[in-house]
């Protein structure tokens, strides 16, 4: 059978049932820019799906979920490399690391989270290919494409719903106690909604918390939305939600920890971790931000700030992964009053990264910049002319230099930066 084309005039259910009526076997494949994978049938029945970059491999599923432990993964991923690819799943079932009931609910929970994300593309190539099969996988299962259809329509209902009541999946989720707790005397929870609700700390958005908890986005959230409705949490607005609003300063840097433990110092650890879902080249993407506010107190002056009201003192501070796409950075960015530039001053060599990241900042146009200077290592540290030499700014770039664990000279740089904005 012959079956290609685009979802866009031809959906997901239409070519289930197609391939189910005419009980055909082989491999469906779908693409959509670099993601793609493939659902295989047998005469008609999805038996095996896999999707790529996989959200959340076997071996990180069964870590998260408690079924096995770091360790014991990191000895089957080397007996893995020495046997020569044999899979992870065969490997952790033949040392004792897991029963076989609990692999096979592993992997089926895999496959169908891989068959039912494909039912959120709304555009993608599709192409059949009759009489292709799974190679080398011992473990299947049989899945009933009416079943399919119905559970990834509903599937989209509920989303609905959820967003309705939660908002997106960058909230951050709080401990709450309200009156329904008291009325019902106790609190069950079911093993997954402990593994949630461990996670929040009122720092961590809902999106990392699914993260941590090996849970794909649409079970947790379900998880969430369900303690949401008992009472026993409530969601905030992100900090993210900010940016641009008002005054805001972004921090770049080329060590992720490094800019973290600046926006640590500078908030009192008072940080929100978010990752932020930005469509890039038609596929989502995740980007791991930190962000936090500072109040500069009602005696700043920042009335000359576009959209800042007078009187206002606080500022969004805020920091992406330093391996974010350009194009994410590039979005932000254009919602940014100030940057801050993190230079490693150990060395000339440690300069490297902060040449590319001041080439980024300068294509952004004549924005406010204060180059922060820090040490990584103990040894004899750069002078701030060496590093403005060697990144070749001048005097109307500030270099200075910063303690990173020292907060009047974090907030010092943090300042500086924002005496440009109003000028």
Same mark, same amino acid.
């Given at each position: #059978? ?12 239409? +070519? ?31 038996? =095996? ?24 993964? $990191? ?11 044999? &899979? ?33 593309? #709304? ?19 049989? #899945?009933?494409?009416?079943?399919? +259809?119905?559970?990834?329509?509903? &599937? ?27 009325? &019902? ?20 958005? #809902?999106?990392?918390?699914? %993260? ?12 969430? =939305? @369900?303690? =949401? ?22 921090? %770049? ?96 060599? @440690?300069?490297?990264?902060? &040449? $590319? ?16 200077? =820090? ?9 701030? $002319? ?20 020292? %907060? ?6 943090? %300042? ?8």
């Amino acid at each position: #059978m012959l079956l290609q084309g685009n979802l866009r005039e031809f959906s997901l259910p239409n +070519i289930f049932q197609l391939v189910k009526m005419s009980a055909q076997s082989g491999a469906l494949t779908i693409r959509r820019g670099d993601d793609w994978g493939k659902i295989f049938f047998r005469r008609g029945q999805i038996y =095996y799906a896999y999707s790529v970059p996989q959200h959340l491999p076997l071996g990180e599923r069964l870590v998260k979920s408690g079924a096995i432990s770091a360790e014991q993964l $990191k000895t089957a991923l080397a007996a893995q490399e020495k046997a020569g690819g044999e &899979r992870i799943g065969t490997i952790l079932l033949q040392s004792g690391a897991i029963d076989r009931v609990t692999l096979e609910q592993a992997v089926q929970a895999q496959i169908q989270d891989s068959a039912f994300d494909f039912f959120s593309w #709304m555009d993608g190539v599709f192409e059949f290919s009759a009489d292709e099969q799974v190679p080398d996988e011992d473990i299947l299962v049989q #899945m009933d494409v009416e079943s399919v +259809i119905m559970e990834g329509c509903r &599937r989209i209902d509920e989303w609905e719903l959820i967003f309705e009541q939660l908002g997106s999946l960058e909230r951050v989720p709080h401990l709450a106690y309200s009156e329904r707790i008291e009325d &019902r005397g106790e609190v069950t929870l079911t093993a997954e909604e402990w593994r949630v609700l461990v996670r929040i700390d009122g720092r961590a958005d #809902m999106n990392v918390i699914l %993260r941590d908890c090996g849970l794909d986005r649409f079970h947790g959230a379900k998880v969430i =939305y @369900s303690l =949401y409705s008992s009472g026993l949490i409530i969601v905030s607005e992100p900090a993210i939600e900010n940016i641009g609003r008002g005054l805001t300063v972004a921090v %770049r840097g080329a060590i992720d920890l490094y800019n973290e433990i600046f926006l640590n110092t500078l908030t009192d650890s008072n940080t929100i971790k978010q990752l932020r879902v930005e469509l890039i080249d038609d596929k989502e993407v995740e980007i791991p931000i930190i962000a936090g506010q500072l109040s500069l107190g009602p005696e700043v002056d920042v009335t000359e700030e576009p959209g800042v009201a007078a009187g206002s003192g606080d500022v969004v501070v805020f920091t992406a992964a330093a391996s974010a796409p350009e194009s994410a950075w590039r979005r932000l960015g254009s919602e940014s009053s100030a940057w801050v530039l993190l230079a490693n001053a150990n060395d000339l060599d @440690s300069l490297r990264s902060s &040449r $590319k990241d001041l080439v980024f900042v300068r294509s952004l146009g004549d924005v406010p910049l204060v180059v922060a200077t =820090y040490m990584s290592m103990p040894g004899e540290e750069l002078t701030t $002319k060496q590093v403005a030499k060697a990144l070749g700014v001048d005097a109307a770039v500030p270099v200075l230099p910063c303690h990173l664990r020292d %907060r009047e000279s974090v907030f010092a740089v943090v %300042r500086t930066a924002l005496d440009f904005v109003k000028r």
